[in-house]
């Protein structure tokens, strides 16, 4: 049925306007907006204005291409790939960034805008490329592929879990195979594992903030960046756009500023020891996370060596865009989570109002202090073999404060049982470690699960070993459990509860 | 009768048809003959794999239904197999699927299920199948409880992927692209429980395939679709309506089954005056503990969670005091965990569990083996639920016993006096409107976000470009200058539908009873006036809830589980007007409607009822603003009698009449009584004619009217016999409703305005009529 009758159509005419003046319809935005088809060419001209781009009249369409000044931001690829998980020195980069209609990585969801970063000798230079409309997107994408080199590698924000899949599933939307490339470089696991120690969240603009002493002025909130755009599209003011595209700008600018803040402060193992001490321990948990176990203890030396208080002393604050009154935040953001008006979560890009990354108390409340910092040492002197050096960091850990000392203490009993054939040695280790449980219960802090560990070492150790402390032996008794059940009584186990397991 | 030595099925069959206080309720008592088996051989192209698995598990040929329908789907045909319960359904859709994938394993099949639970059961078969062929398959479940790293694999590897109409709804269709694989090789969709998808949530499941169907296209695929049912009258239409595809009808069943005995059974009537009966579950409790004595496998259905704790109870106790079998008797339902359910569905295959009080829970395809005896405390609702509660007692050999008990309801009472209507066909049907506008609307904004629409594309009954037109008003969706239509809003449209209510704005049930609140679901506002309202009664899943706040403009009603033996009623004050009459023909006495109206509703009391008994104890008001609902209805005018009749009479007669054709439409539609509003009007303001309008209670309508307007026949019959063969003198509940002025004889009244209309006297329904065919526009 191609053409419905006339007068089905009439009476779907009839019944649309009923529904119309019922207000049922399905929650319009904004008032209602007489249908109107606008031709891609006026719709062009009129965002290259206002972004100040050109547009650029292909074969098969359009779209619109922002180039912007290059600047000078040198950086040393080779010392660069030192650090784990970088590229090979001779690829190729492109930093990437999009700008989107939705947050969903599902089949609505546009990319409107790309940008793309690019060294050329030591200028970085950005080219930002522009939908029009909806119906020039297969143009974009193909002018992206030409953008992406097979040999190159992508740097992302976030691109893995959220610009990728959904460039991927652009192309596969328009039935075209996408860009090959040799490797993706996604700088928010990297930030999260270095620094997440001395920020609030994991946000590009917090990274700026403290980490590159970039402050942005007259930004837009990436929530308004949808609306301004889809606004547009309908027949609104392409103005508001300008703005987006600076945004934009800024974000692969700081994809560039990031790695060379890694490749200096980092890449560099002199450089190295003059960073923070949390920097250093995140540094060393990705060197051995690529089983590179001599540079990870390095970097903990450096850090064990450092000043404990130093935190980022970056490049002084520059502001990048004009003044302007702060943003306004973001409304109904503070819905319960069961309200129908709470944005549903589908992944992607976090919302970015809401501290992303890790919680506040993930961030505040486990800092990198030297225990454990020396604890992540002895385990990595263990990983890489030395023995002795590793139980002589135990032994050390064992005579400091807190859980760790308990924990520090298992750990060196099970190298003299395990590694160095010394059982009564570790016996005497786990008997220090009881020891110290016991003072630590007698202060209301409790480890039960640390104490039954020991107490099963120490059972198993005296059955091997020659008969000796016997006065041990209550221990193993269901005694020691019921004083447990005494001793804490319902408001000392619950205070014992509440207190960060760590500490 | 304290005998607790084996005894088989006939012989306390027997016994129980010689103690008179049972055999005086038993209004009818059919004997279905034992059937043998109809084979067909193996189809020769099917894979010798295929072949050399099934023989290992003892198949060597294929009943006549099997081999019929797996050589349609060869044939590359759609098709819908309707046979009873445990006749070998699996095969039909199990066969093609892994012969698919064994000639070529790029191919995929798509299984969908309407509850999860299903669905893992399916995956396990499935899988043993395959693995008796010695085909290495990868069958994966995809639902909500699929942890996050799986989906990539189900994605990307999984041949046979089994979901519901929810998860593809707002997972997988929204996220095409990534699962391109599979949209690319489908080559069979098959929908389990087709008879589950009618009403709101078959026209939104209708919706969803269309959707699918749309995405195969575009990935260049064209899948065959494999519908089961169970019994039901229009198995065919529904096919076609769900899926928009002719099917082809395979219901021969070549399953074998034993001699099989039917029992209706009517509890007495205790009070004659108000006409109340005894209680359902009692009864059932009789007829099921000597069954349970004499060691026969028996399961009791329960109309809702409470009943079946309460029958559950009683057979304990029972069998407690005469040392029976006691600790063999288990309870199944919602809410009891996954694992022991399933601890009891093996425990009933292997015969350690002797007898089973089950809810529906236990009425779709959950495997338990084959029982001795099913009996069923109160009429499930429909035709098809029965034969699917029935269906659980029926050995290959041997015989069978089911026992329907019903209840004092007027429908119980209904189907229990006609016993032709259970036995001899199934006039009911299942209804749905994939072009409900609320419904279109909203998976036509989903459609657009999956792809972008070209000009002149067809979604549904014709274009859609005025329908996107619309949208565009609301600013959802744009027309590019390409002439395509794109989604153009950062919402994601698939999480704004509900696939079990029709509204877009809804309220939502929130269950406080947990520490973290939990939503429970949502309903229209409509439903939500009368389910709802602060102190009601609310039941989900057949566990009940007290509403203990209403936030009207919040659209929230906040509610905590409660354990009760009422339920609650509330009485909606309605008007309506009619806005547009879709179609009208003349009928004895008047004329017969069917058309969009315009139903205001208020709600200001509600009843508290008694489970089982439905007896009054106690009231209360409601405090809520009035609400409009556009919907469609029938509606049929009794010209003739304006002028003869009394006023008063005829306002009672209209009502009567009424209130028995809506019992009746209910039953024919297989929906629930409360789904179909009931106006009358002795003068009604536009028409000045007495009118009775039937309206649906869901906006915007799921065709139910239509169906009705053209069914009026089959209807007023129907309406006419109930009240001619109700047990009362001058009208009760349980036909023309209750009575409102004892001294006025509401049942002659409602009778003759009902011959007046053309009603036959005292005449059965016609069973198999034909359905009016009505030149519609």
Known sequence: ?503 | MRTYAPADTPAVLERLLEEPSLARGVVHHEVIPARDALHASMPTWLDERIVSGLASRGIERLYSHQAEAIEAIHAGEDVVVVTPTASGKTLCYALPALQAIAEDPSARALFLFPTKALGQDQVAEFGELAASAGLSMITSTYDGDTPAPIRSTVRAAGQVVVTNPDMLHSAILPHHTKWFQLFEQLKIIVIDELHTYRGVFGSHVANVLRRLLRICAHYGSRPIIVCCSATIGNPSELAAMLTGRPARLIDRNGAPAGERHVLLVDPPVMEPASGARGSAATLAQRWALPFLRAGRQTIVFGRSRVAVEILLTGLREALRESYGPRSRVRGYRGGYLPTERRAIERGLREGEILGVVATNALELGVDIGRLDVAILAGYPGSVAATWQQIGRAGRRLGTSVAVLVASGAPVDQYVIHHPEFLLESTPEEARLDPDNLHVLLAHLRAATFELPFDPGEVFGPAPADDLLAFLAEERHVRQASDGRWYWSSENFPASEISLRSAAPENVVIIDTTPDRPRVLGEVDLFSAQVLVHERAIYIHESIQYYVDRLEWHERKAYVHRVDVDHYTYANRAVTLKPLEVFAEAPATGGRRRHGEVMVASLVTLFKKLKFVTDENVGWGPIDLPELELQTTAYWLTADAARDHWRRDDLDVALLGAGRALQTIAAVLLMVDPRDLGLVTQVRSPHAEEPTIYLYEAVPGGIGLSERLWQRHEELLAGAAELIASCGCDAGCPACTGPRLEPSIDARSLALRLLAELGAPAGARIPVAAAPTTAAHP
């Open chain 1, 1 to 503: 049925m191609i053409e419905a009758p006339t007068t089905e159509r009439d009476r779907l005419a009839r019944r649309l306007e009923r529904f119309r003046r019922a207000g049922a319809g399905p929650g319009a935005v904004g008032d209602p907006l007489p249908h109107r088809r606008h031709a891609a060419r006026e719709l062009a001209d009129r965002l290259a204005d206002a972004v100040g781009g050109e547009v650029v009249h292909g074969e098969r369409g359009l779209h619109v291409r922002v180039e912007r000044e290059s600047v000078d931001l040198p950086i040393d690829r080779s010392q660069l790939a030192d650090l784990p998980g970088q590229p090979p020195p001779d690829r190729p980069l492109v930093c990437l960034d999009t700008e989107t209609t939705g947050l969903a990585t599902a089949a609505g969801t546009v990319a409107f805008l790309i940008g793309i970063g690019r060294w050329v000798g030591d200028r970085f230079r950005v080219v930002q490329l522009l939908l029009p409309d909806h119906g020039q997107e297969g143009v974009l994408l193909d002018e992206l592929a030409r953008h992406i080199p097979p040999d190159s590698w992508l740097v992302t924000y976030n691109g893995r879990g959220f610009d990728w899949p959904l460039l991927v599933t652009r192309y596969r939307l328009a039935r075209r195979p996408a860009p090959e490339h040799a490797g993706h470089l996604d700088l928010l696991p990297i930030v999260r594992r270095l620094f997440r120690h001395r920020m609030a969240d994991a946000r590009l603009g917090s990274v700026e903030r403290d980490l590159l002493g970039v402050i942005r002025h007259d930004d837009v909130d990436g929530w308004e960046i949808p609306g301004r755009y889809l606004g547009f599209l309908r027949g609104g003011p392409a103005q508001p756009l300008a703005a987006v595209v600076r945004h934009n700008d800024e974000d692969v600018r700081s994809l560039g500023r990031l790695l060379v803040h890694l490749e200096r402060r980092l890449g560099d193992p002199d450089a190295r020891a003059i960073a923070p001490r949390g920097d250093l321990a995140g540094l060393a948990r990705a060197f051995r996370r690529d089983h590179r176990f001599e540079e990870a203890i390095a970097c903990l030396d450096a850090a064990l060596a450092g000043r404990p208080d130093e935190l980022g002393s970056g490049p002084a604050v520059v502001a990048t865009q004009t003044l302007a009154p702060p943003p306004t935040s973001r409304p109904a953001e503070d819905e319960p989570w069961w309200s129908p008006r709470r944005r549903p979560d589908f992944g992607g890009r976090p919302v970015r109002s809401s501290g992303i990354g890790w919680d506040r108390r993930a961030a505040f409340g486990r800092p990198w202090d030297e225990v454990r910092i020396a604890v992540d040492r002895a385990h990595l002197l263990r990983r890489s073999g030395r023995t002795e050096a590793a139980l002589e960091a135990w032994e050390a850990l064992a005579c400091g404060p807190g859980r760790a000392a308990i924990v520090a203490a298992i750990e060196a009993a099970k190298l003299r049982e395990h590694r160095l054939a010394d059982p009564l040695g570790a016996l005497a280790s786990v008997e220090r470690g009881l020891t110290l449980a016991d003072r630590r219960r007698a202060l209301g802090m409790p480890e039960p699960a640390l104490e039954a560990d020991l107490r099963h070492r120490w059972r198993r150790l005296r059955r091997r070993g020659p008969g000796q402390s016997a006065s041990r032996a209550d221990r193993t008794g269901p005694a020691s459990a019921s004083s447990v059940g005494r001793s804490n009584g319902a408001g000392q186990s619950n205070i014992a509860a509440l207190r960060p397991a760590s500490r």
